[in-house]
């Protein structure tokens, strides 16, 4: 009864705006960095469409094949959010309001196969042949489409219709069990060195791993991985790593909109990954980032609602009323891709675009598995 009531006092949201509380402000120190920003936030937001008539100005002098031509066409276009990876999103940060516990008995197949107890279906593989045997076998991993749902498993059905979905009761059962919580972070690390990246430290700070060119490459053609990285992300979450999030989508962020060495994922990050972090403050500090960097600049849509001027008012205007999701203004630390080099704070630097950024260097390097070791779970 209790689950039904809920599901009475759901209303799902039916916009794009409704999914989305990035932009509530939360705290007194927001509302001064938004008068900060003046005039260049206030200009942010949906863009609006072009005429064919003003797109075709100038085009003919452009080869068709080069970036300024795609960009573009790409502008000429109203470009709009997906409403289904909003309500997505939306529906994860919120802990499934409308979900219901399945009535079967939990059985705890994810913590019991973490466990080394039985092996993920239907492949018969146990977790300790995929953290001993599966690491660098990049045509496995690729290839595979099984293992992924076993190894990241969340309170949503995904592809492989025999890993079952988590429960409340086994992801607390999953965050006190200190053996399901090393192979967790060592099958992390597997993921990661898939894609190219390293893990740094117990605080979940990432950098390029050694053969990040060769990895980039291949992520950035098989986009089918994306789908694994949002998945990724989500599992991060609901099994006590929340803090993993920040330092891998800021990095995925200058990757794709900085480096250059990810394009074809930016649509994705900014999409999925991004809004995969349940403190929008983080989100806030992400999409600012990524709408100093994103080219056209027109075309982020991402950004704060468009605000306009009333009569006798400057600056910003007030933000959309609202509860904000958390009030908790930690925005975590993250690297950039070179040299694991780590900012002592994500917020600050958008305070302030044109005060140069400090970074540690990553000291020495660990054996993963001595150093997951280590990490206090």
Known sequence: MGNLMGSWRYKEPSTVEECDSTWESDSESDEQHQQQLGEEEEDSGIS????????????????????????????????KRSFYAAKDLYKYR???????????????????????????????????????????????????????????????????????????????????????????????TIMLDFFGIKLLDKNGNVARAQNWQDRFQHLNESQHNYLRITRILKSLGELGFEHFKLPLVRLLLEEALVEGTLPNMRHSTLEYFVYTLRQHSQRRALLRFAQRHYHPPENFIWGPPRRKRGPGTSGCAGTRAGKPEVTDRSAGKARSPKEGRNQSNLERETEDTDRSEEWIMAKGRIDTEEYIETIPL
């Open 48 to 79: 609006e469409s072009i005429s064919p008539s003003e797109t075709g100005r100038g085009t003919e002098q452009l080869d068709h094949g080069s970036p300024q031509f795609v960009d573009m066409l790409e502008s000429s276009t109203r470009m």
């Open 94 to 188: 919120h802990s499934y309001p409308n979900y219901k516990e399945p009535r079967r008995t939990n059985e705890y197949r994810n913590l019991r196969f973490y466990l080394n107890k039985i092996p993920l279906v239907p492949d018969g593989i146990y977790i300790e042949e995929i953290l001993t045997k599966w690491r660098g076998d990049y045509d496995k991993l690729e290839h595979n489409h099984t293992y992924i749902q076993w190894l990241f498993p969340l309170r949503e059905q995904g592809l492989n219709f025999y890993a079952q979905e988590l429960t409340q009761d086994e992801i607390k059962e999953f965050q006190s069990t200190r053996e399901a919580k090393r192979r967790f972070l060592l099958a992390y």
